[in-house]
């Protein structure tokens, strides 16, 4: 192995093709028993490797022997010279601020076609008394039910449903239902209470006057808050009489769920 070695120094020196004075100084540590170190075996292995190979002809060393590997079982000595070779640590992928922006862009289109779809549905439901048996509660109120249908092809989701009797100013009945979750194209029937303002109906009775239809008005509300926090609310507002006729006669359209 040092006698490989030392040929091979020798023969870096002889061809002037490397620094001469380091090589010696190598080759009398070795002569003399001495460690080399690790850069100086990359060294001599660096110029192995870009040295021509001798022909056959002008070289006694068999074609097949290759003298860079005479240092394969040289086991380098730590030597404080020595750099610590670390495998470089891969830095983490940078997302790039453009992706960011086309996700935030995207999820932003959900949620305003949720919602709108949501709205949508919700402005159309339609609502009928439902043909049962109303029970009394209290002199002043009565367990009801109605239908409740989404003619659209989005579900619909609303929290309560109510009806609100005024006469002027004052609300003398109010039918509240609770809410649901409608499937397109689909119907419920909803329980509630009907109730009676009996301070409002005996006020009416002490003024002795005709009741007046015209100052009747009925409203209708549907609370649908929108994620079940963002309030929001379908109002309408009808004429006494005219509601009491689409209740009686109602047109076509008015409930398209099922008969």
Do not use: W
């Not at 289109?109 to 029970?135: E, K, M, S, T, W």
């Not at 009801?144 to 100013?169: G, H, L, V």
Request: net charge negative; proline share 9%.
């Amino acid at each position: 192995m040092s006698e490989d070695l030392i040929s091979t120094i020798e023969e870096l020196i002889r061809s002037e093709r490397c620094d001469v004075g380091r090589l010696q100084n190598v080759l009398a540590a070795i002569k003399n028993g001495e460690p080399v170190s690790f850069k100086d075996h990359q060294y001599i292995e660096s110029l192995t490797q870009s040295q021509p190979k001798s022909s056959p002809a002008s070289d006694d060393t068999p074609t097949d022997s290759k003298p860079e590997n005479v240092f394969d079982n040289v086991v380098p000595e730590s030597s404080p010279d020595t750099p610590t070779q670390e495998t470089p640590v891969a830095e983490p992928t940078k997302r790039s601020p453009k992706k960011y922006a086309v996700a935030g862009i995207i999820i932003a289109i959900i949620i305003v076609a949720y919602i709108g779809l949501d709205v949508y549905a919700v402005n159309n439901l339609q609502f009928r008394p439902h043909h049962g048996q109303q029970v009394a509660i209290s002199d002043t109120e009565l367990s009801i039910q109605t239908d409740a249908c989404n003619p659209s092809y989005f579900p619909a989701t609303f929290t309560k449903y109510e009806i609100d009797a005024f006469y002027n100013t004052d609300i003398i009945e109010k039918a509240t239902m609770g809410g649901s979750t409608l499937s397109p194209k689909s119907a419920v029937t909803l329980d509630g209470i009907f109730a009676i303002n009996k301070d409002a109906v005996t006020k009416i009775g002490q003024q002795n006057s005709t009741f007046d239809p015209t100052k009747a008005t009925i409203t209708t509300s549907i609370d649908a808050p929108i994620f079940g926090f963002i309030p929001y609310a379908v109002d309408k507002k009808y004429p006494a009489v005219e509601f009491q006729n689409m209740i009686k006669n109602p047109p076509p359209g008015t409930f398209d769920c099922y008969p």
